[in-house]
């Protein structure tokens, strides 16, 4: 009885609501329970090692699922890079000397998982500045002699609409040409007329012919992937240094390679675009929409790229007064901006030599563009060529060297519809005075800053105007 009252005054007594609940475990639950809760899914993390162009390298622990696009952001945001949505992953067989850029959708630790324990293939981050423009500029990539509709399709279609037949999953436009094929188990090439149909790669055994009983099933792309030949000269003994081939994702070796090598850089080119939309479809149209999802007026294959983050936050702005005020009107901003060039010109005419006391800068002029990111020193013709390749044939793409010809010299390389010119820069000398051109002395300029800066503003005697340079990035 007495145990029953003690019970009651304790029922009687009014509780007292608890004001963290988050904080306690129910009365009702067990200690054990807990151990039968779902645990949080920690996502494996693996170490991967990405180089530059400078062959530094630097290691990041990454998650297994990791996107190539994600660990080119990581780069970006660990190095401090603007990011103009062009870095891009690329993957490099050294022993076979093949390359290719990696789909911002893929899986890094699927790339490296189909290599081989004794190769010492490296991914490498740079830019790729011909990674979607095709999207932007499909005329040059898909040539009229080299496409064909279906017979259904009557009307004359835009260049804008071929981009929308890749797209489809209904209709599919067709690619024919002259390729050359390495014979299997053979050193030698044959010249053979291919066919890019929906479903895969073939050669014609007769001429042109494109009757089914003359067709012949060269490659399909879902197991394989698509590499750029970068020595298939030296390597493989190809007719021409425009190669591409294909690569099982679970290969055995060489011997497995379906190799291939165009005439021109034009027809590898619409080869390899075609090939990806093929095999990636709408994937590709996503990974080039990402970056502008959610801004107003994008309209389908009709999107202008996004400005740097430095432009945006750039204001003109007078500070002359007793209160600064933001320069409206364009004409104005720019007559400042150039008196602020001069001036930031004449304040650098006096640098400061190695025990500190000052010296001119004419004695410095043919030293200044050294420390340019676009500047590469004593690099020759081939590696300047596959420097401005491995940034993408977009017309503008740039470097300055030294000539190898002329000690005194410099050359601009410059990437212009889909081919590589050169163009020398002479030095003259006038009074005492050392000038550099590129007119045979018509326009002159102090230095070649001073030269790059023009030429990024006018086209002058150059095919187009600077635009992109390439430049040896450290990790």
Not at 428 to 449: N, P, Q, S, V
Request: positive net charge.
């Amino acid at each position: 009885n007495r145990r029953k009252k003690k019970d009651d005054n304790i029922l009687e007594i009014p509780s007292i609501p608890n004001p963290f609940p988050e904080l306690c475990c129910s009365p009702f639950a067990s200690v054990l329970s807990a151990s039968l809760l779902p645990k949080a899914t920690s996502r494996k993390k693996q170490v991967i090692k990405v180089y530059s162009e400078d062959d530094t390298s630097r290691a990041l622990e990454v998650p297994s699922d990791i996107t190539a696009r994600d660990v080119c952001q990581l780069l970006i945001l660990k190095n401090h890079y603007i990011d103009d949505h062009s870095w891009t992953l690329f993957e490099q067989l050294t022993h076979t000397g093949l390359g290719r850029a990696i789909e911002d959708h893929e899986l890094v630790m699927e790339v490296q998982s189909n290599w081989a324990m004794e190769e010492e293939n490296k991914l490498y981050f740079r830019k790729n500045y011909a990674k979607y423009e095709f999207f932007k500029n499909p005329l040059s990539f898909f040539p009229d002699h080299m496409i064909s509709f279906p017979s259904e399709t009557n009307a004359a279609v835009s260049h804008s609409g071929v981009l929308q037949m890749f797209l489809s999953s209904s209709t599919y436009p067709e690619i024919h040409g002259y390729l050359h094929a390495k014979e299997q188990g053979k050193k030698s090439w044959k010249k053979l007329y291919f066919l890019l149909r929906r479903s895969g790669l073939y050669f014609s055994t007769k001429g042109t012919s494109k009757e089914p009983r003359h067709l012949q099933f060269f490659c399909e792309f879902s197991n394989s992937d698509m590499y750029m030949s970068l020595t298939g000269k030296k390597i493989f003994g190809a007719p021409t240094n425009y190669g591409f081939c294909f690569k099982p994702n679970k290969s055995g070796g060489t011997r497995d390679l379906k190799l291939l090598c165009a005439d021109d850089e034009q027809s590898r080119t619409c080869w390899m675009t075609a090939i990806r939309l093929l095999k990636y479809g709408m994937q590709l149209y996503q990974n080039y929409m990402q970056p502008y999802q959610g801004r107003s007026g994008c309209s389908p294959l009709n999107v202008t790229p996004m400005r740097s983050i430095s432009e945006n936050s750039l204001v003109a702005m007078d500070f002359s007064g007793h209160r600064s005020r933001i320069i409206e009107n364009p004409t104005e901003a720019l007559s400042v901006a150039v008196e602020e060039g001069l001036a930031w010109r004449r304040r650098g005419c006096l640098r400061l030599n190695s025990h500190g006391s000052p010296i001119a800068m004419s004695n410095m002029g043919t030293s200044i563009h050294r420390s340019q990111s676009w500047f590469h020193h004593k690099i020759s013709r081939e590696e300047a060529q596959r420097l401005i390749l491995q940034h993408g044939l977009v017309d503008g793409v740039f470097l300055v060297r030294d000539s190898q010809s002329n000690p005194k010299t410099f050359v601009l390389s410059l990437s212009h519809g889909l081919k590589i010119k050169h163009f020398q820069i002479v030095p003259l000398e006038d009074d005492g005075k050392l000038f550099y051109t590129l007119d045979d002395g018509h326009t002159r300029f102090t230095d070649l800053i001073q030269l790059v800066e023009f030429y990024q503003l006018n086209k002058g005697v150059l095919p187009c105007k600077l635009k992109h340079y390439c430049a040896r990035i450290a990790l």
